[in-house]
């Protein structure tokens, strides 16, 4: 898959300044995206309904809504995807990467048996006949945590739980460099959430297959990434990883959706739903689009766009807010601002009520 070159390898994933413009919206929908995933690494994109992360991961795939203009660059290891023919991006799509989404029974045929959905991307590369093809099937079924039988059913005869499995082991059939998966947990019961969140962790070590986690969940993102982005109004609010980013959100966004997840420590379920809305696309504010629902706002904010700086303690740590500085570990810049440590609990401190 990789070219044998010099240094090191390309990134699974690598997305500089993705600009999605839609038709009749007043801002891009995507913002000066960057967003990279290293070969093995699992990144976890996170976000509120409606922030971006869809359209983020399926324009990784060159898969843009009609109409849409796309700005920047996408590379998969190494390679263009906007600039790539049909045939390569055909190719990129059923070899390097491969998708897994919210609703397991949406990608497969009712009316085929589970093996021809298992086999059909490397029966339609052509690169393997229909026994090693079968082998190999059998073998990653296996690998899930299913067996040989169920690729002889129908999608009606398995759970929507073994279904995702079937789609996972699918997806690993063209042994992808990337493996973008959406949502793939938010339509299964909670246990079978778990058992799909640690077959993907297991999968990741024994296939090295970078992992794109897009998910509106924290505490899945946390169970699974080595780092994160925290996704607001199509722009990267804030990205670090994920052990730093959880424990020290430097965003205001980030720690009131901390705040917002139900916490195993605080029985009684959501602490606080973050009040006001996301910017409606069709309108265009100047500033920071978080500016609106943020205590911490001020002038500037509602002026200037604040740009992605890092923490100058941990530089892989970047936050676009002009009060970064007053989250995190950081002592108190000001009085009123939120105390060191409690963001995450307590987030709610740092939004109107
Ligand atoms: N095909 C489309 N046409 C028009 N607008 C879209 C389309 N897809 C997404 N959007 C808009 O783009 C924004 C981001 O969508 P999406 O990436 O699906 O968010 P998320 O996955 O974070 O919930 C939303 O405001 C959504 O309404
Ligand atoms: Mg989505």
Do not use: W
């Not at 009316?111 to 059909?120: A, K, M, N, S």
């Not at 996972?168 to 493996?179: R, S, Y």
């Not at 997840?261 to 602490?271: K, Q």
């Not at 970064?324 to 740092?350: H, I, N, Q, Y």
């Amino acid at each position: 898959m990789t070219p044998p070159t010099a240094g090191p390898p390309a990134p699974a994933l690598d997305v500089r300044g993705l600009r999605l413009t839609l038709p009749g919206t007043a801002r891009p929908v995507l913002d000066g995206v960057d967003l990279t995933v290293g070969p093995g690494e699992t990144v976890a994109l996170v976000g509120e309904s409606g922030s971006g992360k869809s359209l983020t991961s399926r324009s990784a795939l060159g898969l843009l809504p009609p109409g849409a203009t796309a700005e920047g660059t996408v590379r998969i290891e190494g390679e263009d995807v906007f600039g790539a023919s049909p045939a390569r991006l055909r190719a990129l799509r059923t070899g390097t990467v491969a998708m897994v989404f919210q609703d397991p029974r949406a990608a497969l045929n009712p009316l085929r048996r589970i093996g021809d959905f298992v086999t059909e991307s490397v029966r339609a590369a052509g690169t393997v006949d229909e026994k090693t093809a079968a082998a190999r099937a059998t073998e990653l079924l296996t690998e899930v945590g299913l067996d040989g039988s169920v690729l002889r059913k129908y999608p009606h005869q398995v759970s929507g739980g073994m279904l995702q499995r079937v789609v996972i082991a699918a997806a690993l059939m063209g042994d992808p460099a990337l493996l973008l998966a959406d949502e793939p947990t938010t339509a299964l019961d909670v246990t079978t959430q778990a058992e799909v969140i640690a077959l993907l962790a297991r999968l990741r070590a024994t296939f090295r297959t970078g992992l794109l986690f897009v998910t509106h969940d924290l505490d899945l993102a946390a169970a699974i990434s080595d780092r994160v982005y925290v996704m607001y109004a199509g722009r990267i609010a804030e990205t670090g990883p994920a052990d730093v980013l959880f424990a020290h959100p430097r965003h205001p966004y980030t720690a009131a959706l901390l705040a917002s997840t139900p916490r195993l420590t605080t029985p009684g379920g959501r602490l606080a739903a973050i009040p006001g809305q996301p910017p409606d696309p069709r309108t265009a504010p100047t500033g920071c689009a978080f500016a609106a629902r943020c205590a911490l706002a001020t002038d500037l904010c509602r002026e200037e766009t604040p740009q992605a700086l890092p923490d100058p303690d941990r530089p892989a740590h970047l936050a676009a807010c002009h009060h970064s500085d007053r989250l995190g570990a950081r002592p108190p810049a000001a009085p009123g601002a939120v105390p060191a440590g409690e963001t995450a609990g307590e987030g709610g401190a740092v939004l109107d009520a």
